[in-house]
């Protein structure tokens, strides 16, 4: 089974600071990969596709990049609105599908 | 406008059954495979099963198989969770999301539902 690890598990952050989240996989995984933003008491919404292609509706503040085992979800500029929960998605190994742990992103 | 409803979720003792339902509309809902995904309380997010546009193929995460059947009717655009032997680690919230296509292939999940809660205690 494909392993991803997440880091951090969580971090706090002031609005306006460039965050950045990273996803491990523990085999190749080539592009496929999404990230998904969960707000409290909500479902996730997804982010990112095949690594780095913006979904739409999604601000430009949201990128994401890499490729095989290593991937990374940036927020440019974070805004109150962003404090939530992030994760990582495999679907490489279609239909045995992984989320990542989790990133927890807290106001400072 | 593509929306997906879930339902049925509820209180049960461990070692009952509870199905889960997921009523799909603003898509053509037998194009599309279907996933089950789930949260336990304060945890992260579990793949639980899938199933195929037409029902024939269906897969299970370990943690739930033999005890969980997911199954579809594409007549009522809607989605099932059949789970049995429920256990305590069966308590979570249940969402139904619909599996992307990217040129062709498997692609995460680009919608999902509200979620409902299943409580396993006696």
């Known amino acids: 089974d494909i392993q991803m690890t997440q880091s951090p598990s969580s971090l706090s952050a002031s609005v306006g600071d460039r965050v950045t989240i990273t996803c491990r996989a523990s085999?190749?995984?080539?592009?496929?990969l999404g990230w998904y933003q969960q707000k409290p008491g909500k479902a996730p919404k997804r982010l990112i596709y095949?690594?780095?292609s913006l979904q739409s509706g999604v601000p430009s503040r949201f990128s994401g990049s890499g490729s095989g085992t290593e991937f990374t979800l940036t927020i440019s500029s974070l805004q109150p609105e962003d404090f939530a929960t992030y994760y990582c998605?495999?679907?490489?190994?279609?239909?045995?599908?992984?989320f990542g742990g989790g990133t927890k992103v807290e106001i400072k | 406008e593509v929306q997906l409803v879930e339902s049925g979720g509820g209180l049960v003792q461990p070692g009952g059954s509870l199905r889960l339902s997921c009523a799909a509309s603003?898509?053509?809902?037998?194009?599309?495979?279907m996933h089950w995904v789930r949260q336990a309380p304060g945890k992260g997010l579990e793949y639980v099963s899938a199933?195929?546009?037409?029902?024939?193929?269906?897969y299970y995460a370990n943690s739930v198989k033999g005890r969980f059947t997911i199954s579809r009717d594409n007549s009522k655009n809607t989605l099932y969770l059949q789970m049995g032997s429920l256990r305590a680690e069966d308590m979570a919230v249940y969402y139904c999301?619909?599996?992307?296509?990217?040129?062709?292939?498997?692609?995460?999940?680009?919608?999902w539902g509200q979620g409902t809660l299943v409580t396993v205690s006696s």
């Open positions: 999301a619909r599996g992307d296509i990217l040129t062709g292939y498997p692609n995460g999940f680009d919608y």
């Open positions: 603003g898509f053509t809902f037998s194009s599309y495979a």
């Open positions: 199933i195929s546009s037409n029902g024939g193929s269906t």
């Open positions: 085999q190749g995984i080539r592009n496929d």
């Open positions: 095949a690594a780095s």
């Open positions: 998605l495999q679907h490489n190994s279609y239909p045995l599908l992984t």
